[in-house]
Nanobody, 127 residues
Framework: QVQLVESGGGLVQAGGSLRLSCTAS????????MGWFRQAPGKEREFVAT????????YFADSVKGRFTISRDNAKNTVYLQMSSLKPEDTAVYYC????????????????????WGQGTQVIVSS
C-alpha cells in the first residue's frame, strides 16, 4: 500500500510563496495521476490541482489558477505544489492524493477519484 508524506507547509504572509512536496513510497508512482486538495476549518475538502501520470497535463481549481503550479519528479516519487501570491483564504491543511486508476488524465477533481491520501501539511497565510 502506498504511503504519501507531505511537507513544506508553514506560516507565510499574504503575497508570499510556499512549495509543498509529497513523496510516495513504493513502486509505480509514475503511472498514477496525483492531486492536491485542501481543507479549511469548518469546511469541506476542496480540490486544488491535479497532474497526470507523465506530468504533461495539469488541472487547477479556478481559485488557484495562475497562482499555483503543480509538477512532479517521477524519479524521486515526488509531486510538488508551488504556491505564489498567497491569500489568507488559502489557509488550510493541504493533502496530496494518488488517483485510483493508472494512466488517467489530469481532469480529476473529485476526492472519490483518489484512493490514497497523505496526512496533510498545514499552511497558514497571515494578512
Amino acid at each position: 500500500q502506498v504511503q504519501l508524506v507531505e511537507s513544506g507547509g508553514g506560516l507565510v504572509q499574504a503575497g508570499g510563496s510556499l512549495r509543498l512536496s509529497c513523496t510516495a513510497s513504493g513502486r509505480a508512482f509514475g503511472i498514477y495521476a496525483m492531486g492536491w486538495f485542501r481543507q479549511a476549518p469548518g469546511k469541506e475538502r476542496e480540490f486544488v490541482a491535479t497532474i497526470n501520470w507523465s506530468g504533461g497535463g495539469t488541472y487547477f481549481a479556478d481559485s488557484v489558477k495562475g497562482r499555483f503550479t503543480i509538477s512532479r519528479d517521477n524519479a524521486k516519487n515526488t509531486v510538488y505544489l508551488q504556491m505564489s501570491s498567497l491569500k489568507p483564504e488559502d489557509t488550510a491543511v493541504y493533502y496530496c492524493a494518488r488517483a485510483r486508476g493508472a494512466l488517467t488524465s489530469a481532469n480529476l477533481a473529485d476526492p472519490g477519484d483518489f484512493g490514497s491520501w497523505g496526512q496533510g501539511t498545514q499552511v497558514i497565510v497571515s494578512s
